[in-house]
Structure formats: C-alpha cells, structure tokens
C-alpha cells in the first residue's frame, strides 16, 4: 500500500491524504465518497484554480462521480465521456469519437460546439490513456480542453507536456508518496500549472 500526499493544505487535498488508499495502482473511492463534508471539500479543491470554462468533462468510472460537483461550483454544464455510449445515450444522438487503447470515448456532440472551454475532472491517471483519448476527442469536435483537475496525480511526463504546451491547465490534490523502487513515475510528485512548473469506485489505471 502507498500512502498518498496532499499537493496542498486545503481540506480537499487533506481529505484525499488521509481517506484515500492506494493499493497496486489503484484506489477505492468509498472512504471519500461515504463522508459528505469531505466529499463537498474535495469538490472546492478541484474547482478551486482552474480556468474559465463553459463544461466539465468526466470519464466514467470517477469522473462521472467527482464531475458534477465541480460543475455546480464553476456553474456550468456537465458532460460524461464514456467508453460505452450505451450507458449514458438512448437512441439517436450525435457523438464525437476518439481511440484508445481499448476502444472509443465517447460525449454527446451537443455538450462540445466548435469553441467551447472545457475542462475534465477525474480521480487518477496513471499511463494517461484516458487524458490523451479525451484531449483527441476535444480537438475532434473543434472544442479546446483548457484544465485538468485529478485526485491523485501519477501523469507520466510526456503527456504532461502535450497538455500543457497546449496551454492545459493541470492540478491535482495528491500525488503518491515517492519511495525508491516502487515504480511510481517522478511526473506524478508534481501539481503542475500550464506553464508545468512545480506547486505545492475501485478502478485499474487509466
């Protein structure tokens, strides 16, 4: 098990340190989501920074939880991605489509016009899979992803750097505790801005 630390002394970041845990690369959001008060920091702490926005993003499993939340703080919409338009869209609707790994991600073409702002939450990256495909998936519908608020933040830094040479705005609560040998990459010890400098349900890695 490693111990998570917060990237700051807001009672969101607290509250990750210590509800959350990170066991062989993934977390049980539970702990969290079972305390409301935590559960309403959390949501102030990923609001808290990021840019103006016309729609929050985000992916299924903990994007769907963590999403709508931070959207009724920065009053603006929600939109899930998903990898299975079947979960989320009943009959007709126009989608935008980028790949991945595994598949497709998937948003309804109406929550993206060309020029929207928007800005994607999500509990944990860790290969970043999931930003890339949602950063293609924006670009796609001619929209422009400005900010990335995490939970916990493992980035590797080659996707760190397509983000924010792209002036994406990436914060995070937590990062892992570093310790020698246990493969955490250095890129997640950071709480990067757009200019990349440093600041201080169970789900597998996306």
């Known amino acids: 098990m490693t111990r998570l630390v917060a990237a700051s002394a807001s009672p969101g970041a607290g509250a990750v340190e210590s509800r959350l845990q990170w066991r062989g690369g993934a977390t049980d959001l539970w702990p ?49 991605v998903c990898r299975d338009r079947r979960f989320f869209f009943q009959g007709p609707h126009a989608t935008v489509t980028a790949p991945t790994g595994d598949g497709e991600l998937w948003a309804h073409a109406a929550a993206l016009p060309p020029g929207t702002r928007a800005v994607l939450v999500d509990d944990w990256t860790e290969s970043g899979g999931t930003l890339r495909a949602a950063r293609a998936l924006v670009d796609s519908a001619g929209a422009r992803l400005v900010g990335v608020a995490l939970l916990v933040d493992c980035l590797p830094e080659d996707v760190r750097r397509l983000l924010t040479d792209g002036g994406t705005v990436v914060r995070a609560l937590a990062r892992p505790e570093a310790r020698r ?26």
Do not use: H, K, Q
């Not at 250095?186 to 440093?198: C, F, L, M, P």
């Open 32 to 80: 969290l989501l079972r305390v409301p008060a935590d559960m309403s920091a959390v949501a102030d702490a990923l609001a808290t920074g990021l840019p103006d926005a016309d729609v929050v993003l985000g992916p299924d499993p903990g994007g769907v939880l963590l999403g709508p939340p931070v959207a009724e703080r920065l009053r603006v919409p929600f939109a899930p």
């Open 181 to 206: 040998g246990d493969g955490i990459s250095a890129a997640g010890a950071r709480d990067a801005d757009s200019g990349g400098r440093d600041r201080s349900p169970n789900r597998s890695a996306s």
